[in-house]
């Protein structure tokens, strides 16, 4: 089309848009006449224009970000609903709103509380929720319950109750602010169990229990709010109602394993949320730190990771950030904690340590089975602290979680376990006869240093001979951490001694690693190794400035400092990882200009440009990441020219170029990536070829082929990239048959086969896809084995079959086709549909989606037995269907991106057309 | 890297709207960056803060950067005209980075050498948005400029219309058509 010619269209759609919609037609016929192609052209943009996606009028920043918590418009000051005048909003939830109002016709202001649906949000679903919470309240009388006043429907047909207005503040902040006491505390929390176990009276699950639903008012009387997810129990509500977390997802913190898994919430999740706010309110920490939001990442740390004590969690400072409904943060230290609450530090510890910490647990067990069996128990037991009884909370012993992580790792564990527990024993023992012969100084120091030496054993030789056992990992944490105790004692012992002030630090290292150090095995805690890091760290500089001029202690700190920035980078605080780095990168310029010769220090030198160009590519600052990838590359060439043979150099060289690839890609520059992509692979080519048996060489070398294939999938250069993806391919094949027991392997070799499918199905080339989706399963159903409880892959298989389904559909082979179509709809009914878990929401999307044009391609194609047609239409129209209704639902909730609402459309315009051709087939 | 001072910014706008076109090939890259810079700023803040506003992103960078006792308002729609494009740039190229980790999947697994792993973040449909807005340009570069002023650097119609010096009627008008075109094209996009 000329310019010159889209000018007439564009003149034409300009006055013919202007009218009512009724006189375009006719104003359209009139303006072009002879002209059927403008006629044409103008019709189509009008009809475009009708669908024009609405994301283009959303400004394109907003596209690049989740739209969670985007607000919408708010009602302003003075607007009535029903008989009540809006002052101010008060607070605002994924689909209500909430506001202070004051009845009109009242002579004196009586404040109240005007909850409503949000506009646009009135989905039946959330109407639903939202009667459900009215009808709760309606039922309840209680002091510490906010009472329920009033209800109808605005103007608008949107349904509005009306509540008292509880004027306070959370409980903890409360707590806090008035500076009570732990018993003044205990005696509140006691308080707030009364209004949840009324709830639970009435059959009532509240759901999301946190510091925010519980307001204390100036009179220091607590109120619950919020039901707005809570679950009415129904007597016939037995052992196999599964009851699902409501539409919004809950407060991650809070939740209990059950919840966060979506299992059965009973009664019993209520005791576990209660437990984690008594343990917030008489510590002032959160007893997880959360390192991520993803649903299952969340479920896993509270799944697995056993809370602190609470006498102990109080000594921690520095980066446990705690962050509050409204994002402020908190940084919790020992200092604050103890002024607030019983003065001195020491004398909380005393106060929180025995009754409380085990009551604290006890509400807060993994297994409900375990915990506290009601409410009232729980503040019973409370209680009898209070009034110096014995309490029924016990300590969480050692040999339980030891019976429980046998039974849970049965046939890997016995060995590990047995060291274990014999040394634990050992250590108490040498520790015991230390104490009692401290009178002999020459015995006393002997076992001063068994003990040192033994600690020292468990931690690294013991440690590393049992790390790589599956399941040990619980196992590691108890043996780091209790040699780390001794250790410390130790240090506390023998003053400044440097020696044992280094080892101390490795130690502090070690268990940092075991806590949370990314990228390995770990608990996931990474916020607790950050602290155990940072223990390090501080021994470290102290060392350093004590000696500012020994290199090997420079050293010691700038990798300390290393460690740290990286931990900070992957937990997403780049910026302060990068200052970290920055301390690196000094130390070893330093380092280097005094000692030009020594090769080690430029090797490292160059090692810290490489971390702090991965750093900067986080982000998004490509310019600066490529310069210091360059600066590593410019000492890295120096060493493979001064030594060509040295394969350290060479693969380092490579990792370079590798990084130097993909940061030009991400800045838009293909062919340079490409360019430096492939002098890595060249490199990593002539290594697996001097050292064939070398698994690492092959494996890298896979990856380069696999960033070949990216990018040059990315040009759409699609045949080249299905000839790299096949060489990564053979690669891990390879790998695989050597050591079919490696994960990654099995994972590297799913993910390369279903590439190759989909590349070869761009071609169309759909009947040599087969074997590629069938090895894609396996592996899948491999992982799958190794990890039943999985949902998240048991979905990935799902739409594995699925895409099997789809391509058999293709092919004409309609019995395997509509096998596939069978199991995967039936693994997808197997799998709880859990409404908060986003991720596998998503998953099950595209297999209902994929499986849905399966059946149509079937109901369309041409060797279709007769009679069969009416059938696939209808199956259809229900996976689109089932599709549509969980996209509707997270649409509701403001999840999607603009690209999964237009989904939305084009799965409601296929059910269209699925119902109009099941009409035509009858 | 220290930030280019701003009287050397400023300069750079007052050369190039007086006509120096080797001012504008120094001025984009210093305007990139700092765009770049608030964007990931923004990204990064957003799940706290509950205020996005990309007009407020642009007018940021342009306080910034700019001098505005030295320029005229030619010079500053000129900047608003380069910060929209640039903002098309980057949100792109963010998209992209975006979709190749999407597509990937496991993509983006780099070696380690110290190394650390990008995490896969979520995709836009700005692509094949960006995709049709250079058909559009070459059709009818007016209402290119008009696109990338109102989506790319999210600009309202009042102060589009401000800066290509026309009515916000027509900005109005213009948009509509715009609209329907794009989606036209993208729809069209997809049916191949």
Redesign the interface.
């Known amino acids: 089309m000329t310019p010159e010619r889209w000018k007439q269209i564009d003149g034409v759609f300009e006055r013919v848009l202007e009218l009512p919609a009724n006189q375009r037609t006719a104003a359209l016929e009139r303006e072009c006449e002879a002209d059927k192609e403008l006629l044409r052209e103008v019709e189509s943009l009008l009809e475009a224009h009708a669908q024009a996606a609405s994301f283009i009028d959303s400004p394109g920043l907003l596209l690049s970000v989740d739209l969670l918590d985007w607000p919408g418009a708010a009602l302003s000051a003075g607007h009535m609903i029903g008989r009540y005048r809006i002052i101010k909003e008060i607070g605002r939830g994924g689909m209500g709103e909430v506001y202070l109002a004051a009845r009109a016709d009242e002579q004196f202001e009586q404040h109240v509380a005007v909850k409503l649906i949000k506009r646009g949000m009135d989905t039946d679903a959330v109407v639903r929720h939202f009667r459900n919470e009215r009808q709760i309240l309606a039922g309840f009388d209680h002091p510490h319950i906010a009472r329920l006043l009033d209800g109808g429907t605005t103007d608008d047909g949107l349904p509005y109750f009306v509540m008292e207005y509880v004027e306070g503040v959370p409980v903890d902040e409360y707590c806090d602010a008035r500076g009570l006491s732990i018993t003044e505390r205990l005696n509140l929390f006691r308080e707030v169990c009364e209004a949840v176990s009324y709830a639970h009276r009435h059959l009532v699950i509240h759901r999301d229990i946190k510091p925010s639903n519980i307001l204390v008012s100036d009179e220091g009387v607590p109120k619950l709010l919020d039901f707005g997810i809570a679950k009415i129990l129904h007597p016939g509500d037995g052992e196999t109602a599964a009851t699902k977390t409501g539409m919004r997802l809950m407060t991650p913190e809070y939740a209990s394993p059950e919840q966060a898994q979506g299992r059965q919430v009973t009664t019993l999740s209520d005791v576990y949320s209660l437990g984690v706010v008594l343990y917030e309110v008489l510590t002032g920490h959160s007893p997880y730190r959360l390192c991520s939001r993803e649903p299952h990442e969340v479920a896993r740390a509270i799944g697995e990771i056993e809370p602190q004590r609470p006498s102990t969690v109080i000594d921690t400072r520095d980066v446990e950030q705690t962050r509050d409904d409204n994002g402020k943060v908190t940084v919790p230290t020992p200092e604050s904690v103890s002024r607030t609450r019983e003065g001195s530090l020491e004398r909380l510890r005393r106060r929180l340590r025995g009754d409380l910490d085990n009551i604290v647990l006890m509400a807060m067990r993994k297994e409900p089975a375990r915990r506290y069996q009601s409410v009232e128990q729980f503040s019973e037991d409370i209680r009898r602290h209070l009034e110096a009884l014995p309490v029924l909370a016990r300590k969480d012993t050692l040999a339980y979680r030891g019976a429980k992580f046998v039974r849970r790792n049965r046939a890997a564990v016995a060995a590990a376990a047995l060291v274990f527990l014999t040394l634990v024993g050992g250590v108490v023992a040498t520790t015991w006869q230390a104490g009692r012969a401290k009178a002999a100084q020459a015995r006393a120091e002997r076992r001063f240093n068994d003990v040192r030496k033994l600690a020292n054993a468990v931690l690294f030789d013991y440690h590393d001979a049992i790390k790589d056992l599956p399941g040990a990992t619980s196992v590691r944490e108890r043996l780091v951490k209790d040699a780390l105790t001794y250790l410390d004692s130790l240090a506390a012992e023998a003053g400044d001694d440097p020696a044992l002030q280094r080892e101390l630090a490795a130690a502090y290292d070690r268990v940092g690693d075991v806590r949370g150090q990314v990228r390995a095995a770990s608990l996931g805690d990474s916020a607790g190794a950050m602290g155990s890091y940072l223990k390090a760290l501080r021994i470290r500089e102290a060392l350093v400035a004590a000696d500012p001029r020994d290199a090997q202690k420079r050293r010691d700190l700038a990798a300390s400092l290393r460690k740290v920035g990286n931990q900070l980078i992957e937990t997403s605080e780049a910026a302060r990882g990068l200052e970290y780095l920055r301390r690196v990168l000094q130390i070893y310029i330093e380092l280097a200009s005094e000692r030009p010769e020594d090769s080690a220090v430029r090797y490292e030198l160059a090692a810290i440009y490489n971390d702090l160009g991965l750093a900067l590519e986080v982000p998004g600052d490509m310019a600066l990441a490529l310069e210091h990838h360059r600066k590593a590359l410019a000492l890295r060439e120096e060493f493979m020219t001064a030594n060509p043979e040295d394969r350290r150099h060479r693969r380092s060289l490579s990792v370079t170029y590798e990084n130097i690839g993909r940061t030009l890609f991400l800045s838009d520059d293909a062919a340079g990536a490409l360019e430096n992509n492939q002098k890595a692979l060249a490199l990593r080519a002539a290594l697996s070829a001097d050292d064939p048996t070398n698994a690492d060489y092959r494996r890298i070398l896979g990856i380069s082929y696999q960033n070949n294939g990216d990018f040059r999938a990315w040009l759409k250069d699609t045949r080249s990239a299905l000839e790299s993806f096949r060489k990564k391919l053979a690669i891990d094949e390879e790998l695989l048959a050597a050591d079919p027991a490696n994960a990654q392997a099995v994972s590297d070799l799913g993910y390369t086969s279903q590439r190759i499918g989909d590349l070869l199905s761009e071609l169309g080339e759909h009947s040599q896809t087969l074997p590629y989706y069938r090895r894609a399963l396996e592996m899948l159903e491999k992982i799958s084995a190794g990890a039943p409880d999985d949902l998240i892959t048991r979905l990935r298989i799902s739409n594995a079959r699925a895409t099997l389904g789809r391509t058999h559909a293709k092919l004409g082979n309609f019995a395997p086709a509509l096998e596939e179509c069978r199991q995967a709809i039936t693994l997808l009914q197997e799998t709880v549909d859990d409404p908060a878990n986003v991720e596998r929401r998503r998953l099950r999307v595209l297999s209902y989606t994929y499986l849905g044009e399966a059946y149509v391609t079937l109901a369309s194609h041409r060797r279709a037995p007769p009679g069969s047609t009416g059938d696939h239409w209808r199956a259809a129209r229900e996976m689109y269907r089932r599709s549509l209704d969980i996209l509707q639902d997270l649409s509701d909730r403001g999840i999607l991106d603009s690209e999964e609402v237009t989904e939305i459309e084009v799965v409601a315009r296929k059910i269209a057309e699925c119902d109009a051709a099941a009409r035509k087939s009858r | ?1 220290t930030v280019p001072s701003r009287t050397h910014i400023t300069e750079l706008l007052v050369a190039w709207s007086g006509g120096d076109r080797g001012a504008l090939d120094r001025l984009m ?1 210093l305007v990139y ?1 700092e765009l ?2 608030q ?2 700023r ?3 803040r ?7 506003q ?2 407020a ?1 642009v007018n940021e960078v342009y306080l910034r950067l700019v001098d505005q006792r030295r320029v005229s308002w030619q010079s500053r729609a000129h900047f608003f005209g380069v910060a929209a494009q640039l ?3 980057i ?1 792109v ?5 975006r979709g ?1 980790a999407k ?16 995490s896969p973040q ?5 692509l094949a ?1 960006d995709d049709a807005l250079v058909k559009l340009e070459a ?2 570069p007016e209402k290119g400029r008009m696109v990338e002023l ?5 600009l309202s119609v009042e102060e589009t219309a401000e800066i290509l010096g026309v009515s916000p009627r027509t900005v109005d ?1 213009q948009w ?2 715009a ?6 094209e ?2 069209r996009g997809e049916a191949h």
Do not use: C, I, Y
């Not at chain 2, 957003?46 to 996005?52: D, G, I, K």
């Not at chain 2, 979520?122 to 700005?126: I, K, P």
């Open positions: 890297m890259p960056n770049r810079r964007a990931a923004h990204l990064r957003e799940r706290l803060a509950h205020t996005l990309p007009t992103l903002m098309r740039r949100l190229s963010h998209a992209r980075v190749a597509r990937g999947g496991a993509a983006h697994r780099l070696t380690l050498d110290e190394g650390v792993a990008l979520r995709d836009v449909g700005l948005l059709l009818d109102r989506f790319f650097s999210g008008r509509q058509t609209k329907a075109w794009l989606q036209r993208m729809t």
